[in-house]
């Protein structure tokens, strides 16, 4: 949403006239090193880092790590030359999901009019809550307490007169803060603050615009609609220019569509073998027709993404004739798309993704010919579902998938995929 950092010589004081503020964004601190800190409270106050092994990216940093310059996607060997005496920690994504579902649900008690963003961050729209809880700055101060009392977790929340404005103001009271932005304060707010704070001004359009001598959300409010347009396009133009003036008009979203479900996976040395490579397709094929059968949903297209060692990325789609939630498929197709790139270096990385979701409800699976007379598809659609019945009861690595044999993929349109 927004690319800019906190400032440390923003002011951080605008009052309590919450009139006309209804939103609020709660957004958790460092989530996945707080979560750590909180179970190991001997790390409290150390540079702490929480990423993968050698090959792997930063998932989380302390803020005493950070000082460090090590920051959240940075390669762990880099963070490491940065911060060499930090504190590494291997992530447990399962202890972060049990963490964030209870933030959650102390968000949920506050509104109904809750929109989850990711797993550590939220926007509500407490506009019915004032009269049971109190002031917009009560209800923030009950949250940060309730957060840190159940989890030893902090999260930052701002408040403002839209989404927009209350993302940047959680942002600017980290860590463990709270600002409110009164809604007549909300225009010497936003320009205060760098062009790169504007949503959908990434590094490539910060670069563009101070090419012009644009550096600040003030001179993109004051400039010229036409000569915004020629730097950024019409459409960007507007966009950046309303938001520029504090206008956002969007809702709490209660159910986000998810645009796409994916997985993928550094290799901890280089990798050449074919054999090896296919399998662990495989493994992410069937993590991503798990979770897509896990959600009811279904795509239209498979996408594979593979990085070789000196980090060129190559990536391609499929266009499939009936979308599909079963592994087997979308392995077959992932695996004569990997076997058709020209290959000459190792490999580092591999992802696959799904994409085009729908509702399997909406959007019934169409057998071919050849899998409806030998009842193929329905054979291979009830056995994963009873593998993700065993591996919900007892465990991911409960049970697992031999090799598969290749099966001829037709009337599928294969693109490039950016």
Not at 103 to 121: K, N, R, Y
Not at 122 to 128: K, P, Q, T, V
Not at 166 to 171: F, I, Q, V, W, Y
Not at 270 to 285: I, M
Request: charged share 25%.
């Amino acid at each position: 949403m927004s690319n800019a950092p906190r400032l440390s010589q923003a002011r951080r004081d605008w009052g309590s006239d919450d009139t006309g503020c209804p939103f609020m964004h709660v957004d958790m601190d460092a989530f996945f090193a707080s979560v750590e800190v909180a179970r190991h409270p001997e790390l409290r106050g150390l540079p702490v880092v929480v990423g993968g092994g050698e090959r792997s990216v930063v998932l989380a940093a302390t803020y005493e790590a950070r000082e460090f310059g090590v920051r959240s996607a940075m390669p762990v060997v880099r963070a490491k030359t940065l911060a060499p005496k930090a504190i590494f920690i291997q992530p447990d994504h399962h202890e972060y999901r049990r963490v964030s579902r209870g933030v959650m649900e102390i968000l949920a008690a506050v509104t109904p009019e809750m929109e989850q963003v990711s797993v550590d961050e939220a926007f509500l729209d407490i506009s019915g809550s004032r009269r049971r809880l109190g002031s917009a700055l009560d209800i923030g101060s009950m949250i940060r307490e309730q957060v840190f009392e159940a989890f030893g977790v902090t999260c930052s929340v701002g408040i403002a007169r839209n989404k927009f404005v209350a993302k940047l103001a959680s942002t600017q009271s980290k860590p463990n803060g709270l600002m409110l932005v009164p809604d007549a304060a909300t225009t010497e707010f936003l320009h205060m603050l760098p062009v790169g704070a504007l949503w959908g001004v990434g590094a490539k359009t910060q670069e563009r615009l101070g090419q012009w001598g644009i550096t600040s959300v003030e001179q993109v409010a004051h400039a010229d609609i036409a000569t915004l347009e020629r730097m950024v396009g019409r459409a960007g133009a507007r966009h950046l220019h309303a938001l520029a003036w504090g206008k956002d008009s969007r809702a709490i979203e209660h159910e986000r569509v998810e645009k796409s479900i994916g997985s993928e996976s550094t290799f901890f040395k280089d990798q050449t073998d074919t054999d090896v490579l296919l399998e662990k397709l495989l493994s992410l094929a069937d993590e991503c027709g798990s979770r897509l059968r896990s959600r009811g949903l279904v795509a239209k297209t498979v996408a594979i993404k593979v990085r070789d060692a000196d980090f060129v990325t190559v990536a391609r789609s499929v266009t499939l004739p009936s979308a599909t939630d079963t592994t087997s498929v979308i392995y077959q197709t992932v695996r004569e798309l990997f076997l058709a790139l020209p290959r000459h270096k190792a490999v580092r990385l591999l992802g696959v993704r799904a994409e085009n979701l729908e509702s399997a409800d909406m959007n019934p699976v169409q057998d071919t010919l050849e899998d409806a007379v030998a009842g193929a598809a329905v054979a291979m659609s009830e056995s994963e579902k009873v593998m993700d019945e065993i591996r919900a009861k007892f465990g991911q690595g409960a049970i697992n998938r031999a090799a598969q044999r290749p099966a001829r993929l037709s009337s599928m349109r294969v693109s490039n995929y950016p």
